[in-house]
């Protein structure tokens, strides 16, 4: 055979060895369904009682000039705030988490707005961390000039053992769900492949609480906190077999 024709014999066998190719890929096994698989979510709640409080208060006042509303404003505040701090709660927890200065204006049909003075609002974020002191403080800031209640929200300080009480609940949920399908289907567990979360302690959303007129008071509100709910969403994958 010469060298041009021995080429010509190589250059014929390249389609026959490409062309065996997808005969050999689909002789290989597909994995994808070697494996059944069990995908199941389940959940575990636990309640507990707050140890925290979150109140939004303040003080609102009106003058003819901005000036006016500003100081009566700082006066009736820096009492609020004495208050608060004789009742036990620390600097760290009172924050303020708004102060506006706003113009009044007097609306009348066929006339033009009549300008009626200024009004300031501030207010503050109060946390109280011993509940019992909770209905005295708010009762003192009240007496004290404060005539704006936004809110009371309830939470936990360390909501780890909650949350942990809450994933084992929602484990054994899951595992007995597990079994119970694997029993009606006639598989067994094998082996747990994935576990995910999610959910969590969330802190309570606020209650509102209506603005009190400045009263005297032999004892302090009552106010209840309640049980808050901390749940903790699990999903899993399980391979089973028969």
Do not use: W
Request: net charge neutral.
């Amino acid at each position: 055979m010469t060298m041009i024709a021995a080429r010509i014999a190589s250059l014929a066998l390249i389609p026959a060895a490409f062309a065996a190719a997808p005969a050999l890929a689909q002789s290989a096994p597909d994995t994808a369904f070697r494996t059944t698989t069990f995908s199941l979510a389940a959940a575990g709640e636990t309640l507990v009682a707050p140890d925290m409080a979150t109140i939004s208060l303040g003080v609102q006042t009106d003058d003819m000039t901005a000036a006016g509303a500003l100081k009566a404003n700082a006066a009736k505040m820096t009492q609020v705030m004495a208050v608060l701090r004789k009742a036990g709660i620390a600097e760290r927890d009172i924050q303020t988490s708004n102060l506006n200065v706003n113009p009044q204006y007097v609306y009348e049909q066929n006339q033009p707005p009549r300008f009626n003075g200024y009004q300031v609002s501030n207010q503050v974020t109060v946390t109280v961390r011993d509940l019992a002191r909770l209905g005295q403080a708010l009762d003192a800031t009240v007496a004290a000039g404060a005539n704006t209640v936004g809110g009371i929200s309830f939470g936990l300080q360390n909501p780890q053992a909650a949350e942990d009480a809450a994933r084992m609940d929602a484990v054994k949920a899951l595992q007995a769900k597990a079994d119970l399908y694997a029993r009606a289907t006639g598989y067994r567990i094998v082996r747990l492949v994935n576990l995910g979360e999610g959910g969590g302690y969330a802190p309570a959303a606020p209650m509102p609480v209506f603005a009190m007129a400045k009263r005297d008071m032999a004892e302090s509100s009552p106010i209840a906190g309640g049980e808050l709910k901390v749940r903790i969403d699990v999903t899993a994958t399980y391979e089973v077999s028969r």
